[in-house]
């Protein structure tokens, strides 16, 4: 499991209607994060890419990505900076494929709401 819905789960009060809300909304942002992602990074716009991965990880955060969430953390201060440029494919690459593998995720966990 790529997710945790623990978080939001106790967030929303265990209500089925809130926590379904909150992930589809968490489907349409990743979705748009991970395309504008892939862009920065092409454009070698790093300076939007650190201020995408500081927006995104709240996002990942609320659906029990930790570990994504520091890593987005990390991105976010060296993109900011233009630092360790070489690193910034393979965090955006993981970035997207845990965002894919979450949204699978995501859709299977709504369904049994």
Do not use: W
């Not at 106790?10 to 809130?18: L, P």
């Not at 494919?89 to 699978?104: G, H, L, R, Y």
């Amino acid at each position: 499991m790529v997710t945790d819905l623990t978080y939001l789960t106790n967030m929303a009060g265990g209500n089925h209607e809130i926590i379904k809300e909150m992930i589809h909304i968490f489907i349409d942002q990743a979705q748009e994060y991970t395309r504008d992602m892939k862009k920065f990074l092409d454009e070698k716009d790093y300076l939007s890419l650190g201020k995408l991965a500081h927006k995104s990880k709240s996002s990942v955060a609320i659906m029990g990505m930790n570990d994504l969430a520091a890593e987005l953390k990390i991105l976010e201060l060296l993109a900011k900076e233009s630092k360790e440029i070489e690193k910034y494919p393979s965090m955006v690459d993981n970035f997207v494929k845990q965002c894919e593998a979450a949204i699978t995720e995501l859709h299977e966990s709504d369904s049994k709401l």
